[in-house]
């Protein structure tokens, strides 16, 4: 790493979520100098609970910031798939200790705020990154030797490179691509209840997906176990468009009739909900133009089937870290590096967060199907099919197979 050329270089880096600050704090790491550019007031992350696999901590862990994210997480004891009309397990998945040893790190769940903290706490401090708030990006150009993005004031910021770290509606990904988001029809409504208002029969260390007929809830504990994430799914009856906003408890129920006692009972707890309509894109061969990469859900938005969309984000930005210092500050030369390793990585990942979104909302002769397909499978079988996901490397990162 070429610290000395570092030191002359300045990257711009298009928001402020997790996958923006985990970016930025990987460039600096490297010795470049870092603006980041925040549409909102405050840097700041909204929404409830994120599961943590060992991959996301193995980067977490690249960033400096992995025990930061232990220290808030909760370590669960195994994920299980439920029916949610006859509540028997169709499969269930020990990230216990031997989850830990096959794969060198825990899994966990966080409260979203929790995990963004715990990487803008390094960020803040760091003396190569500077901040501006309220500041929505509007165009963007490129020239031989420098980026420009213009606000919504129409002032100027300037660099060697840009980072587009701004989500599924980004700016920098309709300069650069200029495909549409494919709206997935799914609703997912979110909240956050305290342990005393959860049903003690649900009340268990672990992630619990209950698998319905075009639905499905989730629940798992949160800070300490203290409070528990809560997230319904469901196919709407109503033409979509990707957003957030309120709830109702009232739409909610309208979609899980003949669903069992037990994991309905979940729906009457939270006293608000907060509502997304949910959207990925079809995967590109290219996210890499010139000066201009593109991070996280500006890169490949994916549903949420695989719990991955976080983890992923933190995988890029320790890809690109490497691909810069690789590429010894020569952005266009990383950016190519960058995208060749993660492109048809996140492709995978977003194939297979659809495959489990038609698995989990299986109904009829699907429903039965399902219910067969992990039947008498051993820990370690589970963790077969979990190498290539949960086996990530940073070490390995710019190999096609670093999870191998």
């Given at each position: 790493?070429?610290?000395?050329?570092?030191?002359?270089?300045?990257?711009?880096?298009?928001?402020?979520?997790?996958?923006?600050?985990?970016?930025?704090?990987?460039?600096?790491?490297?010795?470049?100098?870092?603006?980041?550019?925040?549409?909102?007031?405050?840097?700041?992350?909204?929404?409830?609970?994120?599961?943590?696999?060992?991959?996301?901590?193995?980067?977490?862990?690249?960033?400096?910031?992995?025990?930061?994210?232990?220290?808030?997480?909760?370590?669960?004891d195994y994920l299980e798939m439920r029916d949610a009309i006859d509540t028997h397990t169709i499969a269930r998945v020990d990230v216990g200790q031997a989850y830990q040893q096959r794969f060198?790190?825990?899994?966990?769940?966080?409260?979203?705020?929790?995990?963004?903290?715990?990487?803008?706490?390094?960020?803040?401090?760091?003396?190569?990154?500077?901040?501006?708030?309220?500041?929505?990006?509007?165009?963007?150009?490129?020239?031989?030797?420098?980026?420009?993005?213009?606000?919504?004031?129409?002032?100027?910021?300037?660099?060697?490179?840009?980072?587009?770290?701004?989500?599924?509606?980004?700016?920098?990904?309709?300069?650069?691509?200029?495909?549409?988001?494919?709206?997935?029809?799914?609703?997912?409504?979110?909240?956050?209840?305290?342990?005393?208002?959860?049903?003690?029969?649900?009340?268990?260390?672990?992630?619990?997906?209950?698998?319905?007929?075009?639905?499905?809830?989730?629940?798992?504990?949160?800070?300490?176990?203290?409070?528990?994430?809560?997230?319904?799914?469901?196919?709407?009856?109503?033409?979509?468009?990707?957003?957030?906003?309120?709830?109702?408890?009232?739409?909610?129920?309208?979609?899980?009739?003949?669903?069992?006692?037990?994991?309905?009972?979940?729906?009457?707890?939270?006293?608000?909900?907060?509502?997304?309509?949910?959207?990925?894109?079809?995967?590109?061969?290219?996210?890499?133009?010139?000066?201009?990469?593109?991070?996280?859900?500006?890169?490949?938005?994916m549903t949420q089937y695989v719990a991955q969309g976080a983890c992923q984000a933190l995988e890029d930005a320790v890809t690109l870290g490497a691909a810069v210092d690789a590429a010894d500050?020569?952005?266009?030369?990383?950016?190519?590096?960058?995208?060749?390793?993660?492109?048809?990585?996140?492709?995978?990942?977003?194939?297979?967060?659809?495959?489990?979104?038609?698995?989990?909302?299986?109904?009829?002769?699907?429903?039965?199907?399902?219910?067969?397909?992990?039947?008498?499978?051993?820990?370690?079988?589970?963790?077969?099919?979990?190498?290539?996901?949960?086996?990530?490397?940073?070490?390995?990162?710019?190999?096609?197979?670093?999870?191998?």
């Amino acid at each position: 790493m070429n610290t000395t050329r570092n030191a002359s270089r300045k990257v711009l880096i298009i928001g402020g979520g997790i996958g923006g600050l985990a970016a930025a704090l990987a460039l600096a790491r490297k010795g470049i100098r870092i603006e980041l550019l925040e549409q909102a007031e405050q840097i700041g992350e909204i929404g409830a609970g994120i599961q943590l696999g060992a991959n996301a901590f193995a980067a977490l862990d690249a960033l400096g910031v992995g025990q930061a994210a232990r220290d808030r997480a909760v370590f669960t004891d195994y994920l299980e798939m439920r029916d949610a009309i006859d509540t028997h397990t169709i499969a269930r998945v020990d990230v216990g200790q031997a989850y830990q040893q096959r794969f060198g790190n825990p899994y966990a769940v966080i409260h979203r705020a929790d995990i963004h903290l715990s990487i803008f706490e390094a960020v803040r401090d760091h003396p190569l990154i500077q901040f501006h708030t309220a500041t929505r990006v509007e165009r963007f150009e490129q020239d031989a030797n420098a980026v420009t993005v213009i606000d919504q004031r129409g002032v100027r910021y300037t660099a060697d490179a840009v980072v587009g770290c701004d989500g599924v509606k980004s700016a920098i990904r309709q300069a650069l691509v200029g495909d549409e988001a494919r709206v997935t029809g799914h609703v997912v409504y979110r909240a956050v209840v305290g342990v005393a208002n959860m049903p003690v029969d649900l009340q268990v260390n672990a992630p619990v997906v209950w698998a319905g007929p075009h639905c499905h809830l989730v629940h798992y504990p949160l800070r300490g176990g203290q409070q528990y994430n809560l997230v319904v799914t469901f196919h709407s009856r109503e033409r979509e468009t990707w957003g957030v906003r309120d709830g109702s408890k009232e739409e909610v129920l309208s979609y899980f009739e003949g669903i069992h006692p037990m994991p309905h009972q979940m729906l009457d707890r939270p006293t608000s909900w907060k509502r997304w309509a949910t959207a990925d894109r079809d995967p590109v061969e290219h996210w890499s133009f010139g000066r201009a990469t593109l991070l996280g859900d500006a890169a490949h938005p994916m549903t949420q089937y695989v719990a991955q969309g976080a983890c992923q984000a933190l995988e890029d930005a320790v890809t690109l870290g490497a691909a810069v210092d690789a590429a010894d500050s020569d952005f266009e030369q990383a950016f190519r590096l960058y995208e060749e390793a993660r492109i048809p990585r996140t492709a995978r990942v977003l194939y297979a967060a659809r495959d489990m979104g038609r698995i989990y909302h299986a109904k009829g002769v699907d429903r039965l199907v399902r219910n067969t397909l992990w039947a008498g499978r051993s820990q370690t079988q589970f963790y077969d099919a979990l190498q290539w996901l949960h086996g990530w490397r940073a070490e390995q990162c710019l190999s096609l197979t670093p999870w191998l």
